[in-house]
């Protein structure tokens, strides 16, 4: 089992910046690829970002390319997202995610779920 804590939402105005961390519990860190997901209301939930367990490869979401940046620490079982030039479109529960592929993760599925922090960003 691992266990997922988001921190780090908020409420910010259009082309503001906020950093979101995810620390992991459980099994070793390292075994993972870990990523971020978000769900506005009445929408799927959609794939933000990914990132290998070795932090050499990333994906993200073509919705924020370019603006977001996924970063992970394994000392700190700590894993990142920076998110700069938001855009009211991008308010959202955010969901780390935790599984052992990051192609897995990158087709929409994980194995291990946060319970979720809440972004809203103000136009």
């Known amino acids: 089992q691992v266990q997922l804590v988001e921190s780090g939402g908020g409420l910010v105005q259009a082309g503001g910046s906020l950093t979101l961390s995810c620390v992991a519990s459980g099994r070793p860190f390292s075994m993972y690829a870990m990523g971020w997901f978000r769900q506005a209301p009445g929408k799927e939930r959609e794939f933000v970002a990914g990132i290998l367990w070795s932090g050499s490869s990333t994906n993200y979401g073509d919705s924020v390319k370019g603006r977001f940046t996924i970063s992970r620490v394994n000392a700190k079982n700590t894993v990142f997202l920076q998110m700069n030039s938001l855009k009211p479109e991008d308010t959202a529960v955010y969901y780390c995610?935790?599984?052992?592929?990051?192609?897995?993760?990158?087709?929409?599925?994980?194995?291990?779920w946060g319970q979720g922090t809440q972004v809203t960003v103000s136009s």
């Open positions: 995610a935790a599984d052992p592929l990051l192609a897995t993760m990158t087709s929409g599925v994980s194995e291990y």
